[in-house]
Structures are given as C-alpha cells and as structure tokens.
C-alpha cells in the first residue's frame, strides 16, 4: 500500500508501526463475513495491472443449525460464528499458503446484520489488525454484495445495481466507490424473505429460495392468478407483502381441503416466481430509463445478493436487459449468497482507495449504503 516514495498515501493510517519498506505494488486483503448464518473468511490479492485474484474463499454455512427453526436464530448463529471463525481463519491462510505477515489489511462486515455475529467478525477483525500491526477496514455489507462483480468481472463504474436478499430489495445508482444514490427500495419484505415465508408456507426446507426454485421447475406458471404489486407506479420502489399473503390464501384453501400435493406446490411456486420476475422486471425497467443517460456507452445492470442465484429470475432479467440495450452482469452462483470474497474485496477497493477504518468503529444492525434514509 506504499506508494512509490515507500510513503503511505493520504488518508491511510497505518496501525500500529510501519512494517514494510520495500515499494509494495501489490495488495493482499483479508475479509470477514458474519452478519448473518454463513461464516466466511476469504483472502483477494491484487497486483499492479492485473485482475485480482481470489486466494482463498471459505465458507462455513449454518443451515443445519437453524433448520430446525425455519429461520435464522441470531443467538443460535453468534455462538456459532464464535466457535467456528478462527479455524476458518487459519483454513483460508494454509489454503492461499500464507501468512499474516503477507497481508496488507484486513476487514470485516461492520453492518447491517445481526448485531451479535457482527460483533464477532468486527472483534475478530480488529484483534488481527492490532496484533499484526495492519490496516482494519470495516465494511458494509451491502455494499460487498454491490462490488462483487468488480472482483469477478471487473465492472467498470457507473452501473446500475439490483440488490435483492434476504435482508434488502434495493435499486441503486453506483456511481463510483462508496457514491451509491438509492432509486427504490421494498415498502415491506424483501425478495428473499418473500421466498423463504412463501416456502415455509408449503412446508419446504429452509432456506426456502433455492427449494422453491426447484420445485418451481416443473410447475405451470399460469394456474394461480397472482398480484404484481406497484406495477405501474413512477417511482422504482418494490412490495411483495401483498404476493406473499395471496399466495397464503390459496395454500391455506387447499390445505383445507386436504389437497395440497406435490403438483399443487409447484404451481404455486412457479406462479409465485413468474409474479415475482414480472415485478423485478417492471421496476428494474423503469430504473433503467431513469438512469441509462448516465451510464455511458456500454450501461450495465449488475444484480448482487443472494437471489441473484436463482437461474429463472437471471434468464428474466437478461431478457430485461435485452430489451432496454443493458448488458447483466451477476457474480458466480457461489459469491451470490453471503460470502468473504465480497468483504475483503470491497476492503481492498478502500484499502487501494486511501480509505481505513478508526479501531473504535462500531458494529451496525442498520447501516443504509446511501446514508440518504434509515429504511
Ligand atoms: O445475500 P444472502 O446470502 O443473505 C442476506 O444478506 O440476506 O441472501 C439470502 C437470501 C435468502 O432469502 C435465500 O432464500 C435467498 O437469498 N436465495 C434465493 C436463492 N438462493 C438464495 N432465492 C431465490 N432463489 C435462489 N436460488
Ligand atoms: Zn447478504
């Protein structure tokens, strides 16, 4: 992170002594992921001129853990992130074959997320960059999912970003890093909290949207007749309550005829995710004629977080893309879902950029990537 004087570049603060002379042309950043039920430690370098690469990439899911419970149990998954991120630590320095003493910073989610397990990660983080004399960056999760194809494809900036988790359903401008100017958000649930109450309806697996996506495969789209909420309102915003509580009218009128079976399920759900394409669809276009004057030649729409995995609503938003001159850009299924790739590649970005955290940065349940609103 020297520049070419060996002089640290304005705005970094180096914690601890400078431990490093020779002139560095290449950055190697640890990142950590535990704001919600993966617990994940990745390593990114990235030299000089050329693409970066992803070292190590682990990830320890807690989906048995929580199974039980049809859902995330916050107290449940801190105690699991605490028993398991050291290991996964050392896992992801033996698989890059490093060391500490080879990485330039390191950085953990600070937020949004379950504050307990982001606590954890924010605390693991700071211990590491005290001890080791390195950079801390504190990263916001939202905005890892917004940078993910910058590791994977090398999106140039601007672009336009459809954020859609368990968490968030956002449609952002990103202008440049850490410039994110919020077009519409969800009034209600986001997408994949959507999917995951829709499939818990009908008895499915948690999580629940990669299940209902399967089931969905051999369902008729067209047999059950559901809304599309804020199809034609001007603004970019998005609701899916209302698709949620009539697909529970219809689950619940089967059930009580004692009819629902399998075929039924997976009418359902393919009903349920062709309401759920035609919405993303309707209001990613209309953010596209928002903003394509303002993303250059060749505009972009990147779509981030974990439903971005789901291959129907990719094939949808590719043809969304078609038909307003937009080229997609999605990261590998793996980087979809929660990650430490995202996190320590968004912290070399800062890192590259001049930017690093103070030591007393607090851990955030609430942290809006736009800072314009608190929703
Ligand atoms: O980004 P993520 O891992 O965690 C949050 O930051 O929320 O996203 C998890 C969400 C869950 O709601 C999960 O059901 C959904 O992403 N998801 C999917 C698929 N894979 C994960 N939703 C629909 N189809 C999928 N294939
Ligand atoms: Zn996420």
New binding site residues.
């Given amino acids: 992170m020297l520049d070419q004087q060996g002089e640290w570049p304005h705005g970094v603060h180096p914690i601890g002594t400078e431990r490093k002379t020779e002139i560095v042309t290449s950055l190697t950043v640890m990142g950590i992921e535990t704001s919600?039920d993966?617990t994940a430690v990745a390593i990114v370098r990235q030299i000089d001129g050329a693409g970066p690469e992803l070292l190590a990439n682990e990830v320890l899911s807690q989906i048995e853990d929580h199974a039980p419970y049809g859902g995330v149990v916050p107290e449940i998954a801190a105690r699991s992130h605490l028993v398991h991120l050291d290991g996964l630590v050392k896992r992801a320095l033996k698989s890059a074959d490093l060391t500490f003493n080879d990485l330039d910073g390191v950085a953990a989610t600070a937020g949004p997320g379950l504050i307990g397990g982001v606590i954890v990660g924010l605390m693991t983080a700071k211990a590491i960059a005290l001890v080791h004399r390195l950079p801390f960056i504190g990263v916001n999760?939202l905005e890892g999912?917004a940078l993910t194809t910058r590791l994977t494809n090398e999106t140039p900036f601007p672009y336009l970003l459809l954020l859609v988790?368990?968490?968030?359903c956002q449609l952002l401008h990103v202008k440049d890093l850490g410039d994110y100017v919020r077009l519409g958000s969800t009034i209600d649930d986001a997408v994949?909290?959507a999917?995951?109450k829709t499939a818990k309806m009908m008895g499915l697996p948690y999580?629940?949207?990669?299940a209902?996506?399967m089931i969905a495969r051999d369902g008729d789209p067209t047999r059950f007749d559901l809304p599309r909420p804020l199809l034609n309102r001007k603004d970019c915003d998005f609701s899916f309550s209302g698709l949620k509580t009539a697909v529970r009218k219809h689950v619940l009128a089967l059930a009580e005829r004692d009819e629902l079976g399998d075929q039924d399920r997976a009418d359902i759900a393919a009903s349920f995710q062709a309401a759920v394409a035609d919405v993303l669809d309707n209001r990613v276009s209309r953010a596209m004629a928002k903003t394509k004057d303002q993303l250059g030649e060749k505009p972009r729409l990147v779509v981030a977080?974990?439903?971005a995995?789901?291959q129907a609503l990719r094939a949808r938003l590719t043809e969304t893309c078609e038909t307003n001159g937009f080229t997609l850009e999605v990261p590998p299924v793996s980087l979809c879902?929660?990650n430490g790739a995202m996190i320590a590649w968004a912290g070399l970005e800062h890192l590259a950029a001049g930017h690093t955290s103070p030591m007393d940065l607090e851990p955030r349940a609430r942290w809006p990537l736009d800072k314009s609103t608190t929703r």
């Avoid at 988790?165 to 968030?168: K, L, V």
């Avoid at 999580?207 to 990669?210: A, V």
């Fill in positions: 919600c993966e999760h999912h988790s368990g968490g968030h994949g909290e999917y995951d999580p629940g949207g990669p209902l996506e977080g974990g439903v995995a789901n879902t929660d």
